[in-house]
């Protein structure tokens, strides 16, 4: 199992990370001291939208299609980023530089409506525009998460309909997610998986979900999750490569029978499930032949993305 107290997001210790530079609304100031007010909407209300990115060689992996998503969200709820992509670019670019990052590198980009004139929700209040921040961090995942797996608990707290907080929304707000991870947490688990309103596997409250059963790859049909990068890049390399792959409505018993579990995420690519409630998955703790073929496409597409 997985060492105590990790999370699919448990990165290598790196001293490095102590003296990082962050840039805030197009300065660069050491962790210590980057800070945003208290009045900023993003604080105050989770009014904002961020990003999760990777730096491989000195390029940001899968660039565009992080964009997309940003500024698509941006665009439905009328968040000026106050700049373009090529804007975005640059400060990703000034901030690594000032870092000497160049591989290996995480990033969380994030975009507030800004500082509130008064502390009340109406985005009006939000006049002297967006709350840029980008904090990068030298980054790798723990050689655990691949050897070890996680464990997962399905929780009550269940994905919303998109007529509420679509799930689409990478929103600062992530209370959906933050309370079904408690409730995993008290289950003795590392990670929430999340049913649907109808009851279906949906996905987990940081990551996307698949399962291999006789030799197809299953994940819900979309509805509900996060559009995840890397989980339609592994629905992409399983069409190119003959794999068969599914979008569709599966319960949990299928995911409890299971031969193979994994997660996929921007920061860990694909992690194996080795428990689901408590059930071991599979015999080789989630891991499998489909899931190393899809890690190895996976990390070549990588290659190729930022040669
Ligand atoms: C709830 C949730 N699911 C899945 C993902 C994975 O998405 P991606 O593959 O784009 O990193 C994220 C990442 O932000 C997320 O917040």
Redesign the pocket.
């Known amino acids: 199992m997985a060492q105590e107290n990790s999370t699919t997001h448990t990165a290598e210790e790196d001293a490095r990370n102590r003296d990082i530079r962050i840039w805030v609304n197009g300065e660069l100031k050491h962790r210590d001291m980057a800070k945003v007010s208290v009045y900023d909407s993003g604080f105050m209300l989770g009014d904002g939208m961020?990003?999760?990115m990777r730096l491989y060689n000195g390029k940001w992996a899968f660039f565009d299609?992080?964009m997309d998503?940003l500024f698509d969200s941006c665009k439905a709820v009328s968040l000026d980023i106050g700049m373009d992509r090529a804007g975005v670019l640059a400060a990703l670019t000034e901030t690594a530089a000032a870092n000497g990052m160049t591989h290996d590198v995480h990033c969380r980009l994030m975009v507030t409506r800004g500082v509130k004139v008064r502390p009340f929700q109406h985005p009006s209040l939000s006049r002297s525009g967006p709350t840029v921040v980008i904090i990068m961090e030298h980054s790798k995942p723990v050689d655990s998460l691949q050897s070890e797996g996680i464990r997962l608990a399905t929780v009550p707290q269940v994905r919303g309909l998109p007529m509420s907080q679509d799930?689409k929304y990478?929103s600062h707000s992530?209370l959906n997610?933050v309370i079904a991870c408690l409730q995993a947490e008290q289950a003795g688990a590392d990670e929430a998986l999340m049913l649907d309103p109808h009851g279906f596997v949906n996905?987990?409250?940081?990551?996307?979900f698949f399962i291999v059963r006789k030799g197809q790859v299953w994940t819900s049909t979309g509805d509900y999750?996060?559009?995840?990068?890397?989980?339609?890049?592994v629905i992409d390399l399983c069409r190119a490569d003959g794999i068969p792959v599914f979008e569709r409505n599966y319960s949990l018993v299928d995911a409890h029978g299971a031969d193979e579990a994994f997660l996929?995420?921007?920061?860990g690519a694909q992690t194996p499930v080795a428990s689901i409630d408590g059930k071991p998955v599979g015999t080789e703790g989630g891991r499998g032949p489909v899931f190393r073929r899809i890690r190895e496409l996976y990390a070549e597409l990588v290659r190729e993305n930022t040669r």
Do not use: I, P, S
């Open positions: 961020w990003e999760g299609e992080h998503r799930a990478n992530k997610c996905t987990t409250n940081a990551c996307n999750c996060m559009n995840g990068v890397t989980r339609q890049k996929t995420g921007t920061f």
